[in-house]
Nanobody, 120 residues
Framework: QVQLVESGGGLAQPGGSLKLSCAASGSIFRIVAMGWYRQTPGKERELVAQ???????NYADSVKGRFAISRNSADNTAFLQMNNLKPEDTAVYYC??????????????WGQGTQVTVSS
């Protein structure tokens, strides 16, 4: 089995910063991509940022220039540095990863979610 464990959420003031971490563990053969999604009540989960195994990056327009995703392939971790936070960034943030557990089988995995609240 594969587990994704997130940490780093919390409360920040507008204009402040937070850094989220996600650690993948278990039966990992290869990680194709890791990323972060967020969700607020009554809305669909949306992609925030993603990094693939080749280093390719994808950001939601709303976070470009403010958020930065990075990854440490050596220990299967990913990070989301969030700067210049805005109240509209308030959401539950979920780590996501597309992982091969052997040469043929892959699946999408999710963390448990971590709350980010931006408020003065």
């Amino acid at each position: 089995q594969v587990q994704l464990v997130e940490s780093g959420g919390g409360l920040a003031q507008p204009g402040g910063s937070l850094k989220l971490s996600c650690a993948a563990s278990g039966s990992i053969f290869r990680i194709v991509a890791m990323g972060w999604y967020r969700q607020t009540p009554g809305k669909e989960r949306e992609l925030v940022a993603q990094i693939n195994s080749g280093g390719g990056l994808n950001y939601a327009d709303s976070v470009k220039g403010r958020f930065a995703i990075s990854r440490n392939s050596a220990d299967n971790t990913a990070f989301l540095q969030m700067n210049n936070l805005k109240p509209e960034d308030t959401a539950v943030y979920y780590c996501n990863a597309y992982i091969y557990t052997d040469m043929k089988n892959w699946d999408a995995y999710w963390g448990q979610g971590t709350q980010v609240t931006v408020s003065s």
